[in-house]
């Protein structure tokens, strides 16, 4: 009785454990079919890849990812990328994205990551301009113009130009100063339309241009109305008190009164007599008919006696 109990026992064991076996295995079978299903291949960098550069077969490959993981605009054959010039610069072991490539016949280097439409200008900058180096291929930023307006007797002001600009390229190129001799100049290259080119070259060669970093996921384009002198100080009082000791002020900040000067009275007929002014006590005289003399800072009236 024991012993056919046992052997009943041990048979429910075994068969509970292939049981158990089966099943896992099933389940296995099931999430590695799901997980075929939810994957993809997709082409990766095995190198970091230059900005114009023209894609050879050592620079990429494929790995499979989860089709949720994958970001838009990804390249899913590597036969789509081969020969392909990139318009931006392709970090090892990341996605290659399609807005990374240029149109297919694309040649290598500037004009192949050129919008189609669009034109590479190239502007001169200094290092506070070209904010501070950190200007790279691939970067947006806002164009700010200081001049001059075209008005007599404007001041200088600042305006945004051009918004959401793309950098191509940064560098330094060999220019020749006023004096003939030769100099290293930093400049940038961006992408732009036609009429944003003719634009910003006239805003160079009239002004200085000074560049601002963006987001390049922001989008927002706000309107400005530019800035001047008094904008930026804001501060109307401040400007009285920076009058002081001028010829435009006095010292309380207001106006400085003009002195009050003596006539001084001049015969036609004898030019060598002259009368000093001798204070309260002389004759009334007529201001309309007298003239008034500037030597150097000094002033004095005369009255012509016919």
């Known amino acids: 009785m024991n012993r056919r109990f046992f052997l009943a026992l ?4 075994v068969f509970g454990l292939l049981a158990i076996f089966l099943a896992q295995k099933y389940v296995l079978q099931q999430a590695e079919r799901l997980k075929t299903q939810n994957e993809t291949t997709v082409v990766i960098a095995t190198a970091d890849i230059p900005l114009g550069t023209e894609i050879n077969a050592q ?22 990328v081969i020969g392909r010039v990139t318009t931006a610069d392709i970090p090892a072991k990341m996605v290659v994205l399609g807005r990374q490539l240029a149109g297919i016949g694309a040649q290598p280097g500037m004009p ?7 034109r590479s200008v190239s502007v ?12 790279a291929p691939g970067t947006y930023v806002d164009v700010i113009a200081i001049m001059t307006p075209q008005l007599d007797g ?14 191509l390229a940064g560098g330094q190129k060999m ?28 805003a160079e ?15 927002d384009l706000p309107k400005t109305p530019g800035a001047t002198k008094r904008d930026v100080l804001d501060d109307v009082a401040l400007e009285r008190r920076a009058l002081e000791g001028t010829r435009q002020g006095a010292g309380s900040g207001g106006p400085r009164p003009m002195p009050t000067i ?4 001049i015969n036609l007929n004898n030019p060598n007599q002259q009368q000093q002014p001798q204070g309260p006590a002389l004759k009334k005289v007529n201001m309309e008919k007298t003239i008034e003399l500037i030597e150097g800072t000094k002033r004095s009236r005369v009255e012509m006696v016919p």
């Open 10 to 13: 041990a048979g429910a064991v």
């Open 59 to 80: 620079q990429v490959s494929v790995a499979r990812f989860d089709k949720s993981l994958i970001p838009e605009g990804a390249i899913l054959r590597k036969e789509e």
């Open 112 to 118: 192949g990551i050129i919008t189609e439409g669009m």
């Open 124 to 135: 001169r900058v200094d290092e506070a301009s070209g904010v501070a180096g950190f200007i």
């Open 154 to 167: 404007a001041k200088p002001v600042s305006k945004v130009v051009l918004q959401k600009v793309r950098v």
């Open 175 to 202: 220019e020749t100063t006023k004096d003939g001799k030769p100099a290293l100049v930093n400049t940038v290259t961006m992408e732009l339309t036609p009429a944003q080119a003719e634009k910003i070259k006239l």
């Open 205 to 219: 060669s009239e002004g200085k241009l000074q560049l601002s970093i963006r987001n390049a996921t922001d989008q």
């Open 262 to 265: 003596q006539p001084w009275t």
